[in-house]
């Protein structure tokens, strides 16, 4: 587990723009229907923790990763660029070199101070990242750097390295693409093993647009108040974080009904699912929503080109009435789950491109909604930049959105034991933790 950091100083310098190292094209570049929904525009934050090699000695990470990163953006120069919005909220890439923001800072830490931290949040991440300036609380993404990068030296001669990427131009497995790019060429590669492809028009919406799903993640949920989590103050919350490991997960398969097959992430997410929507409390009546992230990548029927850096996933929704999820075996939260995980097809994306268009890029439901990302297999740890694999490889918080307990990452960890599991950062009110604990206690516990 990661341990509690002494008292610290990080030093930072002034932030400077880092602009592609050869001359590059000066075009505009749309962005596709699924890339500029209001959903994507956010930055998402990512950290690695690395130690000191010994070989890489009078080495700066800041000043090689700065290198690297200028020769990087000649191949993926538009995210170099900015985006405008025309008409009907569609954002395009002005690609004009203009430059990603980068700084480089010094801390008093060792790597070993962060002890042995495995899933999100980083601690103290916000120290290590390089924030760019909100309005009325609002970090805006128009007309400003598409990525910010930090590199943080340690005193042990170890390092950091945050970056936050405008999700509008690069998803998780994009922007790694990225990252290994740079590593490659940090690591003295000629040109990154990839190509970077464009693609974008993969997904745009069809003419005339028709969408062709009920598209339940941008409709608000039927019956009943509003969702407290949504209105719970932040110091009214606590964050405990749950790991499912061989004997939670047993426990759960031995809850699935027999013949059914399923993975680690269907158990977990059935399981916690139900046991946040009884442990919230909500009216039998109303209905509760399970979303997540379903990727295109590695599917035979959605020919992505090769190096395609762009969103390529949708959200696919279990909707049930929270009495039925609540009341029954655990099965049947299991069997919403697998049906949503199956609905998203190349023709399903290009029906939320459809929506997109028609119903001006809105944002994705949030009420009574609880939204799932699975990193653990996102392989974050592997970004090398010379100095060995990372420590601590990826997200900075343990959600992305402005509400705390919508959202959760499921990553890989250990546990005490060094058994492999899943770990996921729970954030509920105060007064429905201990209800959600004795939930998932009563579910994973071996029959």
Not at 13 to 18: A, D, H, K, T
Not at 160 to 180: N, S, W
Not at 198 to 216: I, K, N, Q, T, V
Not at 404 to 421: D, I, P, Q, W
Request: glycine fraction near 10%; charge should be negative; proline fraction near 8%.
């Amino acid at each position: 587990m990661a341990s509690s950091l002494p008292a610290f100083t990080v030093r930072r310098g002034e932030p400077v723009l880092v602009s592609p190292a050869e001359p590059t094209p000066r075009e505009t570049k749309p962005l596709s229907d699924i890339d500029d929904g209001e959903g994507m525009r956010f930055y998402s934050s990512g950290i690695h923790l690395y130690r000191a090699n010994p070989a890489k000695a009078g080495r700066d990470p800041a000043t090689v990763i700065r290198e690297a990163l200028a020769k990087a953006l000649v191949p993926y120069y538009p995210l170099a660029g900015r985006l405008r919005e025309e008409e009907g909220r569609k954002l395009v890439v002005d690609c004009a070199g203009q430059g990603v923001m980068f700084a480089e800072a010094d801390a008093d830490l060792t790597a070993d101070d962060f002890g042995d931290v495995q899933s999100p949040p980083f601690p103290c991440f916000e120290r290590f990242i390089l924030e760019s300036t909100t309005i009325a609380g609002v970090e805006p993404v128009i007309d400003r750097p598409l990525l910010y990068i930090q590199v943080t030296r340690l005193k042990c001669g170890g390092f950091i390295f945050g970056q936050r990427f405008c999700h509008c131009i690069v998803d998780a497995p994009g922007g790694m693409q990225f990252e290994k790019a740079i590593c490659e060429l940090a690591c003295g590669a000629a040109a990154p093993s990839v190509a970077p492809s464009w693609g974008r028009e993969m997904f745009m919406a069809r003419h005339p647009p028709r969408p062709s799903y009920p598209h339940l993640e941008y409709r608000e949920p039927a019956g009943g108040a509003d969702d407290r989590v949504l209105t719970t103050h932040p110091r009214d919350v606590a964050r405990v974080p749950f790991f499912f490991g061989p004997r939670e997960i047993a426990g759960l398969r031995q809850r699935a009904p027999p013949g059914m097959r399923c993975s680690r992430f269907e158990l977990v997410a059935a399981a916690i699912w139900r046991s946040r929507a009884a442990a919230l409390g909500y009216a039998p009546e109303e209905e509760v929503r399970l979303s997540f992230i379903v990727n295109a990548r590695g599917r035979a029927e959605i020919p992505l080109p090769e190096g395609f850096y762009g969103n390529a996933f949708a959200y696919s929704v279990a909707a049930t009435a929270a009495g039925e999820l609540t009341g029954k075996e655990l099965g049947y939260a299991l069997e919403l789950v697998k049906k949503a995980k199956s609905a998203v097809t190349y023709d399903y994306l290009l029906s939320v491109a459809d929506l997109m268009v028609l119903t001006g890029r809105p944002l994705f439901a949030l009420s009574r909604t609880y939204i799932v990302s699975d990193i653990s297999h996102a392989g974050f740890k592997s970004i090398d930049f010379g100095w060995g694999e990372a420590v601590y490889g990826g997200p900075a918080k343990g959600g992305e959105g402005p509400v705390l307990g919508v959202t959760n990452y499921f990553s890989r960890a250990k546990n005490g034991k060094g058994e492999e599991g899943t770990m996921v950062p729970i954030c509920l009110p105060k007064d429905a933790m201990e209800k959600f604990q004795l939930e998932i206690e009563g579910l994973t516990a071996e029959l």
